[in-house]
């Protein structure tokens, strides 16, 4: 009989947990506002306590991470040997290049990203789980970010602010499979989307017109159309390979990002509003 | 008595989020790394049966939504399903060992994160669907397998559980 009693008692905690998380799913599909709130407030309660953490457990990391990616490391050190001294190489030519850059942005009087104010803020915390795809940084909505605004390193685009508290911020980064951005080839060729695999090294650009004239190592750029949340010509990505889809008769590619997203120290958030035309 | 048991279990899952933010998000084996929230929901459900497993689960998932941008409630309806389980199945078992408690707890952990994909899936997270899952599961199943003898230490306390008289009658009642 006790027995009985225990296992009915179960089975109503758990229909009761079911329906709270089932309400809890719906409130937050239909974006219902306290939900984000206690969000922020979690995050902006709980940072503090989480960076403590990690700075305690720094140690114990690096430690790990000597111990498991010694290989990875060696490789990496090697690899960024090899890029210092092609960008050292590089440099003269890229100065040239710049100065005709801005030049022709002055001609054609684009809202480019560089125009626009930016705030610099440091990683402090990566992925907590192994299905997430963000990142928190040291800077919130009392810098001026706001939820939307999009995120980029050096190199190209890194994501885009998804939640805000005052004095931090969460990125989802582009390698998100939910993520997808607008691009089209850096000499305005045709026009595509860009969206995350899950995976930090590869992404796809599809929609792209079968007559596009996309190529290997073309490099993609936010096209920046109207009301996107994007401004245009930040570097997104460098096409490895290219595939018709004879159904749908579109281009698809295998996109290499610009970002290194696998090691981000420091970002910038471009304090950037949509176009209304 | 019931509300310190309610400050321990708040003390264990708050320690948790600090635990998996902290420190085992920066120890990855190929990119992959212990899930403590889900260790908490199979370990709450064999130490302290279903209906305490499932809220154990219940509690974690929804802490580890608050942290994250998943949608929230889908973790909490995973993991609550997932100590409820853990905990039907530890009615069942007649003799255990720290062995067998350590399988369970990987093959729980395995399954549930499984589970927490497909569930994922139907809700539009189609993230979590990649060619690495194996990999994930394995991880995340072998690290918390690791990991469940302390579990089942730390959840034992916080529910004011006994210690069993003899090591292998039960996980925990």
Redesign the interface.
Known sequence: MAVTR??S??RF??VL??L??????T???RGFAP?DA??SG?LAV?SP??D???G???P??DA??GA?DHGDLRRENEELKRQVNDLQGAQTQNDAAKLELEQLKKSLDLPYAGESATVHARVV??????????IEIDKGSSSGIEKGMPVVSGAGLIGQV??TSDGRA?I?IIS???FQVGVNVANGAGRGVIQ????ENHLRAGQFDVTTELETDNILVTSGAARSLFPPGIPVGTVRSVNTDETTQQKIADVKPAANLNDLTYITVIIYHPRDE | MAGKIAFRIALVVLSTAVLQRGLFSQLRIGGVTADVFLLLAVVGGLVAGPDRGAIMGFLSGLTLDLLLQSPLGLTALTYCVVGFVSGRYQLSVTRSSRARLMLSTGVGSAMGYGMLVVVGWVLGQHNMLTDRLPGVLLVVGTANALLAPLAVRVLRWAWAQPAPRSFGMSYGA
Not at chain 1, 20 to 25: R, V
Not at chain 1, 125 to 134: E, K, R, W
């Open positions: 225990r296992t008692r179960a905690t758990l947990l079911v709270t998380s089932i309400t809890l799913l409130l937050d599909y939900l206690a969000r979690v709980f306590v989480g403590a953490a990690s305690l457990f720094r114990v990391g790990w991470s498991f915390s990566g992925p907590i789980s192994n299905f997430d795809a963000t998804q939640r969460v989802r998100d499979r939910n995350g695999q899950g995976d």
